[in-house]
């Protein structure tokens, strides 16, 4: 089952995985994490054992100018997946690697919900794990696309903050991560 609030990542993936797209399969479901109501329904209806949560907003700056959006999805959306989830065999949050060492909305955000998994390890029945990720190349969203977009425009190439360390990973990289991550607990 895929879940997204965006029809368009729903579509696309769809696309990728099966090489058309009419989002007419019942494996996709279009929700949002902060509806509480309908996320519990489809976790009681569709009964997952394995969870993959991905979904966070993950854009620095717009975190920084409006934080109560980071909470609402990045926090009380993670809470209301892991309370769905209790019955869960296996759940992986996708976090980030700003989570480490926090100076920021995102970093603080994301580092609230490795605690909320860290937290449902400890009292739920299945296995409940964390991962961070830096920046997966070619991803949606990722900074090197940025990067390689303003360097086809002839630059320049902007940076957050020039003493900014930035961790970069392949695609294939990361979902072996999840993978694993999943399957050694």
Known sequence: IMLDRDESALHAVQLSLRGRA???????????LRDERAIREIFDRRGPEVV????????LPLLQRYPGEAVKTNIWGTLTTL???AS??????ISTDKAANPCCVLG?????TERLT???AAVQPGTFLNVRFGNVLGS???ALTAFLAQAADG???TVTHPDVTRYFMTVHEAVQLVIQSAVLG
């Open 108 to 112: 603080y955000s994301q580092r609230n």
């Open 155 to 157: 630059g320049p190439i």
């Open 88 to 93: 869960v065999e296996r759940f992986v949050n």
């Open 22 to 32: 009419l989002l007419d399969t019942p494996d996709l479901v279009l929700a949002d």
């Open 140 to 142: 949606r969203g990722s």
């Open 52 to 59: 993959f949560h991905a979904a966070a907003l993950k854009h």
């Open 118 to 120: 860290a937290h449902a």
């Open 83 to 85: 309370e769905s989830a």
